[in-house]
Nanobody, 123 residues
């Protein structure tokens, strides 16, 4: 089965930046969309953004639009989430997920998930 491996989480002060990586071991990776979700304590999975591997178009949730950027590196089969101007309310466990075809914002449509990485924004 396909596999996703995340890295890059940690602690940062408000206004700082973090870069998350998601390395994909997927059969025919170019056919998969990759999404980022986050989950704060007591809440469900919030859609952060997504990128279509076949086309490179990116999409973002309203709460992060203008601050976060999704990109991909075809040579390394890796998707990235660059997070700038971080706020305390961005603190959550961040997950990458993949699905065949085009992106969706609903977590139940993704069956391949990374392990999650903690992001903490505080003074």
């Amino acid at each position: 089965q396909a596999q996703l491996v995340e890295s890059g989480g940690g602690s940062v002060q408000p206004g700082g930046s973090l870069r998350l990586s998601c390395v994909a071991s997927l059969h025919s990776f170019n056919g998969y969309a990759v999404a980022w979700f986050r989950q704060a304590p007591g809440k469900g999975h919030e859609f952060v953004g997504a990128i279509n591997w076949n086309g490179g178009v990116t999409y973002y949730g309203n709460s992060v639009k203008g601050r976060f950027t999704i990109s991909r590196d075809n040579a390394n089969n890796t998707a990235y989430l660059q997070m700038n101007s971080l706020k305390p309310e961005d603190s959550a466990v961040y997950y990458c997920a993949a699905r065949e075809g085009v992106w969706e914002q609903w977590p139940d449509s993704y069956k391949i998930w990374g392990q999650g990485t903690q992001v903490t924004v505080s003074s």
